[in-house]
Every structure is written in C-alpha cells, then in structure tokens.
C-alpha cells in the first residue's frame, strides 16, 4: 500500500524568494525562506534524496500545484518583458499569417509600454491573459497566455486571435534559464497575430457594429437578399464586397460578431446560420459557408409572418460543391 502522506504530497515547483522574485527548485537554496505566490504563506525547498526536489508549504494549503505554477510563471514572465521593454530590447518574431497567408516578421516589443500581471477584458469569461504588454494608450499589443491543463480555452484563443495582438502560448512546463524574455519566447508558441497587410487595408470595414449594420442595410433595400464569395483585396483574404462597402469576414470574426448555429455537412464544408428580428416584425437570417477554405456570406429578409425555414439537401455534401453554391442554394429558395 501507499504511504497515504506520500501520494497526498503536492510537488511544487516554484515559490517566490525572499525578494519575492520567482524561484524554481532548480535555484532553491536549502535554508532560505520562500512564499507561496498564491496564499503567500511560508514554504520550504525540499532538498532530500528521497523524493524528487520541490517545494511545499510549511502548513497544508489548499494550493494546487498547476495554479502555484500559473502564478509563479506569470510573475516570471511579467518580470522579464518590464526588464526588456525598459532595456529597448528588440524580440523579432516569423509567423505565418492566418489571415493573409503571408510569412511576416515583426518585433513583439516594438511600441510596448506598460505591463499588466493578469489582464481581464471586459464582458466575459476567458477574456484573460496571464501577461499583457500594452501601449502608452492602453491598447493590449502582446498577450501571453501560459498553458495547462485548464487554460487557456477556446474561447479565450478564439477571443484573442480576433484581437489586433500578439498572442503567444507558453506551456507551463517550461523552465526559463536565466533572465530572458526572447530566449523565454522561443520556449513558446505565437498563435495569433495581427496581419501587417490588413492594417494598411484602410477602407474595409472590421468592427463588429459596423459590420451588423452594413449586412442589416443591404437587406434593407430591394430585392431584400444579398450573397456573395469572400474574395482577396490587396493580399488581405475573406473580404466580402457589398455595393459600396467592403466587410472583413474570416470565420473567427463571423463567431465573434454575428454567431449562430454551426451546420457540418460534410468534412471541411459547414454553413452557420443566425436569425435576426428584422424591426418591421419580419426576420433576417444569416448565412456563412466555409468549404475547405473558401467562404461566402449570404442575407435574406422575410416579411412579418413569413417563417424561414433553410433547407438543405444532400447535393451539398459532395466535394465539388462551392461555398457560394450553398449561400445562393439558401437564399433563393
Ligand atoms: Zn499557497
Ligand atoms: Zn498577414
């Protein structure tokens, strides 16, 4: 049988010296006094032979072992982007780009300003990054995100790869060696981006607000529907041209700013479609179709009492089959 004390032990890994630097059992120093940086109570270097080196508290806590890593690392990590940003370093990072499928490279620290240890947007759970670097005018420019069992969620990288910011995954396995942060950001992962293309594409729209009202008003006019492919403008893909304006649509921004219901219909082909009350009492509903990585968007307006009820059938399945096949499928019938 096991030692019931044994298999209950927490092997922590980090604790934060007496400097309130973060320190892993690595660099522990036997003797010396350490605190947990979650409940801040004493802990103690275990140094034996017995057991794998770790840390523990002096009294039991109710600490896990993954939110005192969390903890420690973000303090770690927070620590060394303040040293570089006030240092001027430059952090050069490659991507390729999700959303214009271009490599581009850029320094992750250029602009950067102060740093926020636990960063919480406002409306909603998983809008949070454990480090935020932002600019002198409080726009988020990196978000880093430690990564372990629990976190970062979908919907957090869902959140923050609609974001004009770097984001970068760090597991919580790593064991930073010395104190810095570029030697820190190749331990990591950039999973999102902003696209140095889309920014120099002034005239398409990209906020949410304005996107709903500009599919809002082409129904609103005659014949009361609207569909289109996405197409590429100037390198930047997923833009879907209205008569007079021009709407940035890749799929993540679709989820974020008009939702709905996710179809499957086939592997890589799906359509979402979302219903709106339309305020004269009708109904709009919404299409977007994404086949492999083709998409189009589709509008439509039925009057007060016309009940839609989109219908699709199994030609759309195959693998011929367009997006903008399915949008003109739903919106004319
Ligand atoms: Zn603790
Ligand atoms: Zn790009």
Not at 48 to 70: D, I, K, N, W, Y
Not at 224 to 246: P, R
Not at 291 to 315: F, L, M, N, S
């Amino acid at each position: 049988m096991d030692k019931p004390l044994a298999s209950k032990l927490i092997l922590y890994r980090w604790a934060l010296d007496e400097m309130g630097f973060p320190a892993q059992i690595s660099q522990a120093v036997r003797g010396r006094h350490y605190t947990c940086p979650l409940c801040h109570s004493p802990m103690i270097a275990r140094l034996g032979e017995e057991l794998q080196h770790h840390f523990s508290h002096e009294q039991e806590t109710g600490c896990t072992s993954e939110a005192v890593t969390r903890a420690a690392l973000g303090r770690w990590i927070t620590l060394q982007l303040r040293d570089a940003v006030q240092k001027h370093q430059v952090a050069k990072v490659e991507w390729t780009c999700a959303r214009c499928g271009k490599s581009h490279s850029a320094d992750v620290l250029a602009g950067g300003g102060p740093v926020h240890e636990g960063y919480q947007w406002g409306g909603g759970a998983g809008r949070f990054a454990d480090v935020a670097l932002l600019d002198t005018a409080g726009n988020v420019l990196m978000a880093i995100l430690i990564q372990d069992d629990t976190m970062p969620t979908r919907e957090t990288l869902d959140f923050l790869r609609g974001k004009d910011a770097f984001t970068v995954v760090v597991p919580a396995s790593v064991t930073p060696a010395g104190s810095d942060f570029r030697a820190l950001l190749t331990m990591g992962e950039i999973v999102g981006a902003a696209c140095p293309v889309l920014k120099q594409v002034t005239n398409i729209i990209r906020e949410g607000d304005a996107i709903r009202q500009a599919l809002r008003d082409v129904v609103s006019r005659w014949p009361g529907y609207f569909y289109g492919a996405l197409e590429s403008v100037d390198g930047l893909s997923n833009v879907l041209k209205l008569d007079n304006a021009a709407l940035w649509l890749p799929p993540e921004q679709w989820r974020e700013f008009i939702g709905g219901t996710r179809n499957p219909l086939a592997p890589g082909i799906q359509v979402t479609m979302k219903e709106w009350p339309h305020h004269d009492g009708g109904t709009i509903m919404l299409y977007y179709a994404s086949v492999r990585d083709t998409g189009a968007v589709g509008v439509k307006r039925y009057g007060p009492g016309q009940v839609p009820t989109p219908y699709i059938d199994h030609r759309f399945r195959n693998r011929n089959v367009t997006a903008l096949d399915i949008i003109y499928y739903l919106v004319m019938q």
